[in-house]
């Protein structure tokens, strides 16, 4: 959990931080840890009366609380406390019932001491008679920018606090009895730019739904604030995090591929169906334009049942089965391409959509079964893997897709084409055109052979 070049001096922005840090550790899915284990939880207690360095001093000769160090005419190193108007967690000794490692740093102000109240009464920040039962949590104020740097220093040289602080290169003293760390004594970069909470773990993380949850719980606390911004980091939000974005993903990519697919697919008719010159450019780009949005429906159709129906089968969202998703698209195109072009192109004198589509069909269904029971069968084999990975992300999507794909494209289309009952749509040869044969008998049954016997240019 890190936070950026924030005004650290302001005790507000200070109690801010802690509440994110407490907000955080209160998500189902992150352990807990007690406030003081924040750097700036734990430096606001040493700067108070609340210290307890001193007795656990690594020197025995240096006092280590904050009030015993002063930075030149500003004073000691001494905090103050603010009333706790933000419900940060509070004190709660440790022979209560309550486990101290989990405890605040805020106080009540029966358990505050009893200078820092008077102090604070003489401040005008505390009326006994009024609030007696309010709690105060510590801080530190009116610093200059120097002192806060070297309080920092001498907290973090004595007490041994952390922060993740960034410090001036060739500061820090090598420890001694161990080569190749350093001591906690280097000199701060000031203003401090960047700082960090402790070590934090997630747990329950069984499933996607668990990682998306925990991810999406305490980004929001660092994201949505309206005015402190942190981030998290680690394996959570450095692997897992495409699964927060994966269905924005999925739209992107499936829209691209059905826009793509409707370009090619329209200059596909148009130059296919314009090169036989039967009929003029206008009548040739309303056809093309209407048959390529004809596939594009397909397309979309087929990927949005696909998507729904393996939801059904157990497969999640990640990046495997988006892939697999988008082949729907492909496969779509395959079958749709092919009827639309057949019926665009079926001879004028077949007058009804339906036998439109009778004659593009007994051309093209055997083809396209084909192609569909070829294309399962390689699909089929994942079926046999041992590898549950597998089944879920490849297998169970690409068997749903052959299916649907190949039921929307030789069946659902043709059946819909059977409304298209347009004159612009019939862009086949003409009867009534220079240089084509006029006698082209209507057949329930079209054989492209006898359809190329019928059709006879003049000499």
């Known amino acids: 959990m890190f936070w950026g070049e924030l005004d650290y001096?302001?005790?507000k922005e200070q109690m801010e931080m802690m509440k994110q840090f407490e907000d955080v550790v209160a998500t189902p899915y992150i352990s807990d840890l007690g406030t003081d284990s924040l750097w700036i939880a734990d430096f606001n207690i040493w700067t108070?009366?609340?210290?307890?360095?001193?007795?656990?001093?690594?020197?025995?000769?240096?006092?280590?609380?904050?009030a015993d160090f002063t930075y030149k005419e500003e004073g000691t190193c001494s905090g103050t406390w603010m009333k706790n108007d933000i419900g940060l967690r509070l004190f709660t000794p440790e022979d209560s019932d309550t486990c101290g490692a989990f405890n605040g740093i805020c106080r009540r102000v029966s358990a505050m001491h009893p200078y820092d109240l008077q102090e604070l009464a003489m401040a005008g920040k505390f009326v006994p008679a009024v609030d007696f039962e309010s709690t105060y949590c510590p801080v530190f104020e009116d610093w200059s920018e120097d002192k806060f740097k070297f309080c920092l220093e001498n907290w973090r040289s004595y007490p041994g606090g952390g922060g993740g602080l960034i410090i001036e290169p060739g500061t820090s003293t090598e420890n001694p009895e161990c080569a190749g760390e350093f001591l906690s004594d280097g000199n701060i970069v000031s203003p401090v730019k960047l700082s960090n909470g402790p070590s934090m773990y997630a747990y329950g993380l069984n499933t996607h739904e668990d990682t998306v949850d925990m991810i999406e719980q305490t980004r929001s606390i660092c994201d949505k604030h309206p005015n402190l911004h942190c981030w998290m980091t680690g394996i959570p939000y450095d692997y897992w995090e495409q699964y927060i974005w994966v269905k924005d993903v999925l739209v992107e990519i499936v829209a691209a591929a059905i826009g793509v697919g409707f370009a090619v697919s329209f200059l596909f008719l148009f130059i296919k169906l314009g090169k036989q010159g039967f009929h003029g450019i206008g009548s040739v780009a309303a056809?093309?334009?209407v048959g390529a949005l004809l596939i594009a429906l397909t397309c979309f159709l087929s990927v949005f049942i696909v998507i729904g129906l393996s939801s059904l089968a157990g497969v999640t969202y990640t990046a495997f089965s988006v892939m697999s998703y988008v082949l729907s698209v492909g496969f779509a195109v395959e079958y749709s391409v092919h009827i639309i072009h057949r019926f665009l192109e079926a001879p004028q004198t077949i007058a009804t959509a339906v036998d439109r589509v009778e004659y593009a069909m007994s051309f093209l269904f055997l083809p396209t079964f084909m192609s569909f029971v070829s294309s399962t069968i390689g699909v089929a084999t994942l079926a046999f893997t041992q590898f549950k990975f597998n089944d879920i992300f490849f297998f169970r999507p690409l068997i749903i897709v052959m299916f649907v794909t190949y039921f929307i494209g030789v069946y659902f289309l043709p059946a819909f084409l059977c409304l298209f009952n347009f004159e612009f749509m019939k862009l086949g040869p003409n009867r009534h055109m220079p240089g084509i044969e006029t006698s082209i008998p209507a057949k329930k049954s079209w054989d492209d052979d006898e359809m190329d016997e019928d059709i006879e240019t003049e000499a």
């Open 48 to 66: 108070t009366r609340q210290c307890t360095s001193n007795f656990f001093r690594s020197d025995i000769d240096q006092l280590q609380c904050g």
């Open 9 to 11: 001096r302001d005790p």
């Open 287 to 289: 056809g093309s334009l």
